[in-house]
């Protein structure tokens, strides 16, 4: 089958089918079978989906009845004069069937070289198989994780760490430009307080009431180095400031090491205190007040946050000059921006959610969009083990760290858990349930499709049989079909994500992925000696199975295992 003019190996099939209806339809215009629609505010978009029963067609659309108001005219009479534009028209080849059903859908049926032509291209580059550029690609920054350094990164942490992650992945592999970004706050009271906690122990004297008692604490106060417990303890000095800088290093680099772990990457990692060293702060108070938005009263300086709907104002520096938390993320706004990105992402805790209105009133007062600030807020996670929710406290020492549910459950397991679920979704994290190695347990489901595709290579091989160049005339074979289909589904599964800023999408693609692969094997006899030319087509498809699912899996963070 010849392509439809402009696509390309790894244009979307639903790309392919909205751009066919919309040339039908300005071919039906032009042909003077369908009036044009004078008031462009009136012209309808094009949408076409899937139906839920493969017996209405592959996709399906209401365009029809979408133009029975602007052109007064009966549904189903629209429906069929673009029926025969498409049966008709340059498209055509594209279509096995394009059928009207009341009262004004079109329903059409793929034909088979379509879907041959997506394995095809699968086959022939795979590395890139389901990145879709989207229009007017932005340059992006993505902060997520961005914890205290006060203590290692908990469960607790975990959801922020895999939601920006792999929100990331999921911008990349639709053509946007993504820095990864992580702040540390090391310049509030909670360093102190860990210095303080650290110095404590180290003296052998109880943790104060506002310190941190974990375990790792214990570890620090061992740790400290001599020339820093000199400096601390000299007349003077300020000790817990002073051991809490030493302290908060050490923790950065214990969380650094569990992200790596974790395969999160950051491009930048910065500071709360560089936002005032360097004069961000200064700038952001200083175009505030250009805008005639701060004040100062009862000598603190203040940001007119009510004059754009917030309920009341906020202080940028208090009455005794010290900066608040505030402060610091308006500089932050500003730098972000100097850096040239287009739109700012922020993964925050849904406990955050009093602070979004704020920062978001700032930016727009600072002159910026504030379309292009946008916070996601994650819900919270219960842990369960053996029924039983863990409960935690970074300050009472009784929590479970990031590393200690990756030595339970591993990396794979922990990314498909979260990815699975929409990120303001509170969520159970069932701890035995992913260290399942069985069907029971999704990742390794999916994983063991891959792994099973790897196996028949190699029997493929030993039995001298290689994948064809072509699958042409396979897919007669209902197994065959199915399992084209929804390899072409990949595209749209990751323009759907992308435009929604969310991945369960592609944990339930890659399951329906890997289920429909378990079907076609048991239906289709892959490796047949005595049929080498059908067994060599059904290889091939096998082989764009397989690579569907590893570039899946590549998206969420997740390994594609050879072997299981």
Partial sequence: MNSPAGATLHTAVRTLVRTAVERAWLAAVAAGSLPAIEDSAAVPAVEVERPANLAFGDFATNL??????????????????????????????????????????????????AWETVVAGVLAVPQT????????????????????????LTVGNARGAFVGDLLCRVLEAGGQTVTREYYFNDSGAQVGHLGASVAAVRLGLPVPEDGYKGAYVQDLARDVPDDVWTQATADGANAADIVGEWASRRVRGMIEASLARLGVRFDV???????????????????????????????????????FGDDKDRVIYRS?????YF????????????????????????????????????????????????????????????????????????FVTLDDLLDAVGTDAARWF??????????????ELAKKQ?????????????????????????????????????????????????????????????????????????TDLATQFHAFYRDAHVVDTAEPDRSAKRLALALAAQTTLRNALGLLGISAPESM
């Fill in 320 to 324: 005794d000059g010290r900066p608040t």
């Fill in 64 to 113: 029809a009845m979408k133009l029975a108001r602007p052109l007064r005219k009966a549904p189903l009479d629209i429906a069929e004069t673009l029926a025969r534009a498409l049966r008709d028209g340059a498209d055509r080849d594209l279509f096995a069937a394009v059928d009207v059903a009341r009262p004004g859908f079109l329903n059409l049926r793929i034909a088979e070289g």
């Fill in 438 to 510: 069985s069907a029971e347990n999704p990742v390794y489901y999916v994983q063991y499709a891959h792994a099973r595709i790897a196996s028949i290579v190699r029997k493929a091989a030993e039995a001298g049989i290689a994948p064809a160049s072509s699958i042409a005339g396979l897919l007669a074979g209902e197994a065959e079909l199915a399992l084209a289909r929804v390899i072409a589904q990949l595209p749209e599964v990751v323009e759907d994500a992308v435009r929604a800023e969310e991945t369960q999408g592609i944990t339930s693609y890659a």
């Fill in 327 to 398: 402060a610091a993320d308006i500089g932050y706004v500003t730098e972000k921006f100097s850096r040239g990105f287009d739109h700012l992402i922020y993964i925050w805790g849904v406990d955050h959610h009093g602070t979004v209105a704020r920062n978001k009133n700032a930016a727009q007062a600072m002159g910026y969009d504030p379309e292009h600030y946008q916070v996601l807020l994650i819900g919270w996670v219960r842990f369960v083990m053996d029924g039983v929710e863990v409960s935690m406290s970074k300050r009472a020492g009784t």
């Fill in 129 to 152: 198989w389901g990145q879709i550029p989207i229009v007017n690609p932005r340059k992006v920054n993505v902060e997520f994780v961005s914890a205290n350094p006060t203590g290692p």
């Fill in 269 to 307: 990692w910065k500071s709360e205190a560089s936002l005032h060293d360097e004069g961000w702060v200064s700038r952001a108070v200083d175009r505030l007040r250009d805008a005639g938005q701060v004040y100062e009263q009862d000598s603190a300086l203040w940001f007119r946050s009510t004059a």
């Fill in 418 to 431: 979260f990815a699975s679920r929409a990120t303001h979704v509170e969520i159970d994290f069932d701890i």
